[in-house]
């Protein structure tokens, strides 16, 4: 994260001695990335945060396999279709994946089981819903827009009050801001589209009593189920920069131009192998004879993800494109309006557009979950044709 947050009861220096009120010692934990080299956060701990009494291997409630996408096609996923039986962890749907991205779909209305993803960090779209996130950083309460960005190794669960509908983007690595937005030094620079008082982190600590707690826990090896003698939400106070934090998708500010701009104005956030863009409702271009939506286009080196969050879709008008609904465009495959849009909006004479939206550019081919041709509109393909 960019900036330094500190929470709760700390001690003048890193590793010096912290003590309980009985006069024992509050156990330090380094959570950091990059093998002591980049970002850190300190977490002091009532209790052991190494003390577990049993370890179980776990097969996954979910399916995980997928298929490439054969024949190279243009996809239309209607996320309305999908129902789950689980939570916001074991009741993913996999729609999307390659080997730096997973991309799933989940609607629940029951609290998660205490998780640790330690193969990447993870964000979590919440479509529609609100959600309480618990970790051993504290609590941020979550709602329709928000971005929830979740460091690797983080301990959390989800509660839901009502059914959650969510996006889940699981990462082989670390999500950040765009380092473009960013100074050498880490602070949102004026011309970044948000900035550090859009960010909500925890606020206090989060204390849980509890003994013999278990943690699912997600290895590049698989599923573990860790028993901790202790519940792992002990933690009084912690500092550094790296913790969970909640973005939502209003306060992205959107960059206009007198003719289109490409979606690297849109990008939110970078990950190993792709990036995150949201588009918010905005002036359309301003010069006189500009063609007010996107161009027809091909991106050689990236597939995109494109999810339908709010608003009207004016481009894509007779494609079935609705909001709930995914579009997946594949590298090899020119992709732009729908017949007859560029003159509609041309002689309407439209000045704003209302679309929402969350788009995944991958730099890898994206191969199908079984979860996307489960609720696939199988005629999209041949829309741009009628």
């Not at 982190?201 to 901790?228: A, D, N, S, W």
Request: charged share 20%; proline share 9%; with cysteine.
């Amino acid at each position: 994260m960019p900036y330094y947050r500190q929470v709760g009861e700390i001690p003048r220096k890193r590793h010096v001695q912290f003590k309980r009120p009985d006069g024992g010692l509050y156990a330090e934990e380094l959570m950091g990335e990059e093998g002591f080299s980049s970002d850190s956060s300190l977490l002091y701990h009532r209790y052991l945060p190494t003390a577990i009494v049993k370890a179980e291997a776990v097969d996954p409630v979910v399916s995980v396999n997928t298929a490439p996408n054969l024949p190279l096609s243009p996809r239309h996923f209607r996320t309305q279709d999908l129902t789950s039986a689980g939570d916001l962890v074991a009741g993913r749907i996999l729609l999307s994946a390659n080997g730096d991205v997973r991309l799933s779909y989940a609607t629940t209305d029951r609290p998660s089981e205490l998780y640790r993803n330690s193969k990447g960090d993870e964000c979590v779209y919440i479509q529609r819903g609100s959600v309480r996130f618990e970790s051993t950083y504290g609590v941020i309460e979550a709602g329709e827009g928000d971005y929830v960005v979740i460091p690797t190794g983080t301990i959390h669960r989800w509660v839901p009050s009502g059914t959650v509908n969510a996006l889940v983007i699981e990462a082989s690595g670390h999500i950040r801001p765009p380092r473009r937005y960013l100074s050498q030094y880490g602070q949102f620079l004026e011309h970044a589209p948000y900035c550090e008082r859009d960010l909500r982190t925890p606020q206090e600590p989060l204390i849980t009593e509890g003994e013999e707690v278990p943690v699912l826990v997600r290895t590049r090896g698989g599923l573990t189920r860790l028993t901790y003698r202790n519940h792992p939400f002990d933690v009084v106070g912690w500092d550094g920069y790296l913790y969970p934090y909640a973005f939502n998708i209003e306060d992205f500010e959107p960059v206009v131009k007198k003719t289109h701009a490409p979606p690297p104005v849109h990008q939110t956030f970078e990950g190993p192998g792709f990036v995150v863009c949201s588009f918010m409702p905005r002036p359309l271009d301003f010069h006189p004879e500009a063609v007010p939506i996107p161009y027809n286009h091909h991106n050689v080196d990236s597939d995109e993800f494109m999810f339908y969050v709010g608003g009207d879709y004016s481009a894509r008008a007779g494609s079935g494109i609705d909001v709930g609904s995914i579009s997946l465009h594949p590298a090899g495959f020119t992709h732009g309006p729908q017949p007859g849009a560029v003159e509609a909006v041309i002689a309407a004479g439209a000045t704003h557009t209302s679309e929402m939206a969350v788009m995944v550019d991958t730099f890898r081919p994206l191969d199908l979950g079984e979860g996307a041709l489960a609720c696939e509109d199988p005629g999209y393909a041949w829309t741009w044709a009628r």
